[in-house]
């Protein structure tokens, strides 16, 4: 487009404002023309009647002129749209509630959809501050036979995986670390992640300031440097730049911070720092390198594919267990071991993916129920107005303007509505991430960003469409006179009627599958919490702490510090029992342990027994209300130097000894520390998932025989939690003034957040099912309140021939629960579908559960007789002669 | 193949514009009426147009910068919308006038083609 076209385009816009001026003008103009060549006609001797025909003739059609110069002034296209959006505001305005039901409904389900939207967005397809997250691989170690899998490998395996750029464009592994940082007054503990040097080339991540580490930093040695998170940075040291090349003092060793990542980048999850790795040839080659304790992730090249890389691992599996030692090789070819590829997305969301697809199919379906319920609507204010519109059709308006119409005015409340509707979901997001568990959404912020834009436009542009549509196509059939002559009423008018039922129908449809699903989700969550996990939380306290390197790195010392906090725990007010173990219950930690049974052979080809190992105190027990079976639980007498003993629960001792007694059996962890004997049988613990319990039993062993750095204090005690929390407080500054503590829980909280993901599935299920019964009950509403005006004659006459008033109201009630009904009965088959997708979330709640589906039935048909009753008794009170007079 | 109306309009625009950037170029600021009547006499009234085609044409040349009009009063002091040529529209006659010489120079050498020359 060269200047002359773009200064034209520009003037033609400007033209738009000022239409009316410039028409004024132009007629002015015309009309002097015409009086000049006049004059000049009665000069040449005309008289002043033949001269200004004349001058008319001369100058050709004025209003062609006229209509000619107006399309040349503006651009036309654009003026007739504007006319139209003015007309659609116009004709809003007139029918306020209309519009406001409309517009609330839209908002509503766009503002819910974008905001469910946005999280799943930003966990399964754009984790922030990630570049390209679709090629990141997580490396997963599977040991098929014992139906285990984790997303872990070896540091064998990462420094093998390493190597293959013709794979991977960067491999990088890490291992998660926790320091003591003593630079404030209160002693504080970061959690910091130990990273491979190319960890942040992995991710595509930059930082903010300063640098990554170097190759050189990443070994023994040379590796005191950190990297910060940008909200440690903020939070530590107020954002000040100088802290770069500054050395701060983690876990009493001097770090020097070279750099600080960009505000989004946080992984892993929640980290405030990284350090280098550096692993030593000696923590790759030498025994602990097969022990599998790193998270690897890898960059795959743009040429290979996900299964590619995925086949890749697999054989290259197959080659690494030929360097193992013949008695190991043999142990994990037992149990299947073998190496995977996890999606980056799917290993970030973990087992929140499906939970979070299952939200945004319901939060869909609600968004198809408001798209029906305002197709009913525009159906009904179309079939309100088919008498103005027959009389535009017959006064020369084309087909095409009056669909074009209308259109505009679903497209200005689908403009409208999304609007609202995305201000609606940057408070929704807000609340979804306070309800949403906390490892769930880590990290993750309420900004806006295009996807979501995009996805919010395309939503309201569909709803646009979708309810634009039918109405339009509805007048497209429209004969003029025959709507005139009627009075509004034709054949078409039924034929929407029919089409807003069927419109209700689906609704209700669609409200009993997202009701069920709904039932279903809460049925579950209250199976699961009656569920017993085997001890009693109530009044438990638990507290991390991790004793420093110097003073604390002798066994005896950490064993001293056990006992004095124990001691002084128990003389502490309030407290009834007090135990320190390592891991426990819902805390997030896991310790397995393959061990053999003395006495037995392993049968080749069989995997070796397994079970999940804890060590703890010996109040342990007593603590937790956990039960003793047989035999004695640990007692303070196990110490270093005397037998080594273990406690096995109920269920290793069916998996292991069905049919004779453990007592006095010894096992031997596979890990070669030695032999323990059997000296009690406790009951089972569930120990991370109420709804899944693992196939594993669980054994302790004494903290005092193995005394360890690291351990949850465990205090039941009467009355507040905080007493508790006051007495550990004290016990332990009492010990050492400069430990601090940290994820300091009550055990019943533990226990909720272990439920905190099922409970938002739950809770949203239950809001957008409530929301999908109101807005099909008000589509209901809508269709029996106008089909009781359009009855209003028949039956007034009805009435006034001597029906019964309850006998109408029937009718017009029947009618509405008829449609319900229909609804309810496609709804069943919706459901009994639904139901199979959703069985892998539900617990002990059957896919087709007939209880649930009859409650949830009983309330939508409740809830359609409240919506036909409404208009059903306003049809039986008016007075048959007012009516009949004015018809 | 015949051109359509919509092309008529827009060739016949073209050499209206033309005749009409011409005339204010050589006469000076004219109104609409002005313009109809020279452009009338200069073609020996050969050209006989309706003035009311005239109309869309300069409002056009004005959009695209090559004109400008301001109401006055003409000769017996009557309002009258008076047009007159811009610099860039004297540019654009300069650039029009070339290319439709060229136009007529090509079109003249085929009309003096006989079979001979060939």
Redesign the interface.
């Known amino acids: 487009m060269n200047m002359?076209?773009l200064?034209?385009v520009w003037?033609?816009f400007r033209g738009l404002s000022s239409a009316r001026r410039r028409n004024e003008?132009?007629i002015?103009?015309?009309e002097?023309?015409i009086?000049?060549?006049t004059?000049d006609n009665i000069r040449a001797g005309m008289p002043p009647a033949e001269a200004h025909r004349a001058a008319m003739i001369?100058?050709?059609?004025?209003e062609?002129?006229k209509e000619?110069?107006r399309d040349?002034?503006s651009l036309p296209f654009l003026e007739t749209m504007i006319a139209d959006i003015r007309y659609a505001g116009r004709s809003l305005r007139q029918s306020p509630g209309f519009t406001v039901v409309a517009l609330l409904t839209l908002a509503l389900a766009i503002g819910a959809n974008t905001a469910i939207f946005s999280l799943v967005d930003q966990i399964l397809l754009h984790p922030p501050g990630v570049s390209r997250p679709e090629r990141i691989v997580v490396i997963r170690t599977n040991y098929d036979k014992l139906n285990l899998s984790f997303d872990v490998a070896s540091p064998r395996t990462f420094a093998d995986v390493r190597g293959h750029k013709e794979i991977f464009e960067h491999v990088a592994a890490t291992r998660p670390v926790s320091f003591n940082y003593a630079g404030q007054d209160q002693p504080a503990r970061l959690s910091a992640a130990a990273v491979s040097v190319e960890w942040f080339d992995v991710f595509g991540a930059k930082p903010e300031r300063g640098r990554v580490f170097s190759i050189e930093e990443d070994k023994p040695g040379t590796n005191r440097v950190a990297v910060l998170a940008y909200g440690a940075w903020m939070r530590l040291f107020g954002g000040d730049p100088r802290v770069l090349g500054q050395t701060i003092e983690l876990g009493e060793q001097p770090y020097r911070v070279v750099g600080v990542m960009g505000r989004e980048f946080g992984e892993p999850k929640s980290v405030d720092l990284w350090v280098p790795l550096a692993l030593s040839s000696e923590d790759i080659e030498g025994p602990r390198g097969r022990s599998e304790n790193l998270s690897v992730f890898a960059r795959r090249q743009a040429t290979v594919s996900f299964s590619q890389a995925d086949a890749w691992l697999r054989v290259a599996a197959t080659q690494m267990l030929a360097t193992v030692p013949p008695a190991a090789r043999r142990y994990l070819i037992d149990a299947g071991w073998r190496l995977g590829g996890t999606a980056f997305a799917d290993s970030n969301a973990g087992t929140n993916k499906t939970p979070l697809l299952i939200l945004l199919a319901a939060v869909g379906l609600v968004l198809l129920i408001a798209c029906a319920n305002i197709g009913g609507l525009m159906v009904a204010r179309t079939s309100a107005r088919a008498r103005e519109l027959a009389v535009r059709a017959a006064l020369g308006a084309a087909r095409g303007r009056l669909l074009r119409q209308i259109l505009t005015e679903s497209l200005v409340l689908a403009i409208v509505g999304g609007t609202i509707g995305f201000l609606l979901a940057r408070g929704g997001v807000e609340l979804l991430l306070r309800l949403a568990p906390e490892s769930a959404v880590a990290g993750l912020e309420a900004g806006e960003d295009i996807t979501v834009l995009l996805f919010t436009v395309g939503a309201s542009l569909a709803a646009a469409v979708f309810f634009g549509l039918v109405p339009a196509w509805q007048t497209s059939r429209v004969d003029p006179g025959a709507v005139i002559k009627s009075g509004g009423q034709t054949a078409s008018m039924a034929a929407a009627q029919r089409l807003r039922s069927g419109l209700v129908v689906a609704e209700s449809a669609l409200a009993l599958v997202l009701l069920v699903s709904a039932g279903q989700f809460l049925r579950s969550f209250t199976q699961l919490q009656r569920i017993d996990p085997g001890f009693e939380p109530r009044g438990v306290v638990t507290a991390a702490y991790a004793l420093p390197q110097g003073v604390w790195t002798d066994p005896q010392k950490q064993a001293v510090f056990t006992r004095s906090v124990l001691e002084r725990l128990l003389q502490a007010k309030g407290v009834t029992a007090a135990a320190i173990g390592r891991p426990i219950p819902f805390a997030g930690g896991y310790e397995g342990s393959a061990f053999f049974i003395e006495g037995r052979t392993v049968v080749s080809g069989e995997a070796v027994p397994q079970a999940e190992r804890r060590w703890v105190t010996p109040d342990y027990v007593r603590t937790l209300g956990v039960r003793l079976e047989r035999g004695r639980f640990l007692t303070d007498s196990d110490r270093t130097g005397t037998e080594l003993v273990a406690v096995i629960d109920a269920k290793l001792a069916r998996q292991y000894f069905p049919g004779e007694d453990p007592l006095g059996k010894r096992i031997r962890p596979t890990s070669g520390e030695g032999s323990y004997t059997i000296v009690g049988v406790v009951n089972h613990v569930v120990q991370s998932n109420l709804a899944a319990d693992t196939d594993r039993g669980v054994y302790y062993n004494s903290l005092f025989q193995r005394p360890a750095p690291v351990g949850f204090i465990l205090v039941k005690a009467s009355g507040e939690p905080a007493v508790a929390v006051g007495a550990i407080h004290d016990a332990v500054q009492a010990t050492d003034r400069n430990l601090p503590l940290y994820d300091i829980k009550t055990m019943e909280s533990l226990l909720a957040e272990s439920l905190s993901p099922r409970r938002f599935v739950m809770q949203l299920m239950a809001i957008f099912a409530v929301a999908a019964l109101l807005l099909a009950a008000l589509g209901l509403y809508g269709v029996v309140n106008y089909v009781v005006a359009q009855r209003k004659r028949e039956i007034a006459i009805r009435v006034a021939l001597g029906a019964e008033r309850k006998g109408v109201l029937m009718l017009v009630v029947g009618q509405g629960l008829r449609l319900a009904g229909v609804g309810v009965a496609i709804g069943m088959v919706g459901a009994v579908v639904s139901g199979k997708l959703l069985e892998s979330q539900l617990f002990q709640v059957n896919s087709f559960d007939s209880s649930t589906i009859a409650a949830t039935a009983g309330v939508l048909l409740g809830a359609a007789l409240v919506a036909s009753y409404l208009p059903a008794r306003r049809a039986v009170r008016v007075d048959p002669a007012v009516t009949l007079r004015y018809e | 193949m015949a051109l359509n109306k919509r092309d008529k309009t827009e060739v016949w625009q073209g050499t209206l514009a033309l005749m009409v950037l011409k005339t204010l170029d050589a006469l000076g600021p004219m109104h609409g009426y002005g313009i109809a009547r020279r452009i009338e006499q200069i073609s020996e009234h050969l050209l006989s147009i309706n003035h009311g085609t005239l109309y869309p044409v300069l409002l056009r040349l004005e959009q695209e910068g090559s004109i400008r009009s301001e109401w006055g009063a003409s000769e017996n002091n009557r309002k009258a919308k008076f047009y007159r040529i811009t610099k860039s529209g004297k540019k654009e006659l300069a650039v029009e006038e070339r290319e439709w010489q060229r136009a007529h120079d090509i079109v003249g050498r085929f009309s003096a083609l006989s079979k001979e020359s060939v």
Do not use: I, P, V, W
């Open positions: 002359k076209q200064r034209r003037n033609r003008d132009l002015a103009e015309l002097s023309h009086q000049m060549q004059e001369k100058f050709g059609s004025l062609h002129t000619h110069c040349e002034g």
